[in-house]
């Protein structure tokens, strides 16, 4: 799917640097789980986040969602510093996230899951509360646009499969049309068949002019097929950045666990 740029669901303009991180650093006590990290998402683009378990992947998420504040560094949103207070600063610029858990509640049904948190928000944000009519033709909307029309609205999501689940909560992410998506390991507990559907829906978001960052540990096939742009975290810094079509998945496994083969001039 290819749109026109003026005419693109996110409202970007291709290549538009949406996110970006300026000498981002934040500790644990003793510990630096990132240290002046600096990044760009761009509209169109899906970068792949990669590092060995403990590297800062989840960490430098948390912080572009506005979970962690960054001790050091600034965080700029479409070219403007944006102080993320908390979660709900970064939705309300456009900052959604999926997280691994996927945080979906097992005995509601597709839509309410949709649309959690949001039936008790009530006139002042709405107009007037959602109705359950309104919410099932939405996720409608949503969920065929996403081509995902075969899923039960009515189902507990807690009985469908793991790739059921995920892509119900991509479609939670997108619900609003979001400017940059960020996902932590979507791929992760499915199968292959319901791993390249991810991708494919992860694409179309980016096509759609959002900006994407990925974490996966699966590099050899969702990294190096799936992201345009990967950049590797090793102990808190980003130590190596490739073009996907021009890497090699070892490459980047050398790059992950410190080996120098491949490596491009640590930053
Ligand atoms: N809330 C926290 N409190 C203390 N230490 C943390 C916290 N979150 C992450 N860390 C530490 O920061 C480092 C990076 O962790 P994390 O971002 O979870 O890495 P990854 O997602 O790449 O596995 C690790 O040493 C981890 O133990
Ligand atoms: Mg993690």
Known sequence: ???????????????ETLLELRNISKH??????????????KAGE?????????????????????IYRPDEGEILFRGQPADLK?????????????????????????VQNLFLGRELAGPRLFGARIK??????????????MRLDSISLTRPVGAMSGGQRQNIAIARSILWTPTVVLFDEP???????????????IRNLADE?????????????????ATDRVLVLRLGRIVAEYKSKEVTGET????????????????
Do not use: W
């Not at 644990?28 to 998402?41: C, H, K, M, P, W």
């Not at 359950?132 to 646009?145: G, N, P, Y």
């Open 86 to 110: 908390g979660p709900n600063d970064a939705k309300e610029l456009g900052i959604q996230t999926v997280y691994q858990d996927l945080a979906l509640c097992d005995n509601l049904d597709a």
């Open 252 to 267: 980047i496994v050398n790059a992950m666990v410190g080996g120098n083969e491949g490596v491009n001039s640590a930053r």
């Open 46 to 66: 899906v970068v792949g986040l990669v590092g060995d378990n403990g590297a800062g992947k989840s960490s430098l998420v948390k912080t572009m969602s506005g």
């Open 28 to 41: 644990f006590g003793g510990v630096r789980a990132l240290s002046n990290v600096d990044l760009q998402i």
């Open 132 to 145: 359950r009519a309104q919410a099932e033709q939405r996720a409608r909307e949503v969920l065929k646009r």
């Open 187 to 201: 791929t992760a507990a499915l199968s292959h068949t319901a791993a390249l559907k991810v991708s494919e829906l």
């Open 209 to 225: 002019g959002m900006g994407v960052l990925v974490i996966s540990h699966d590099i050899h096939q969702f990294v190096v097929e």
């Open 1 to 15: 799917m290819t749109l026109a740029p003026e005419t693109n669901a996110a409202h970007t303009v291709p290549g």
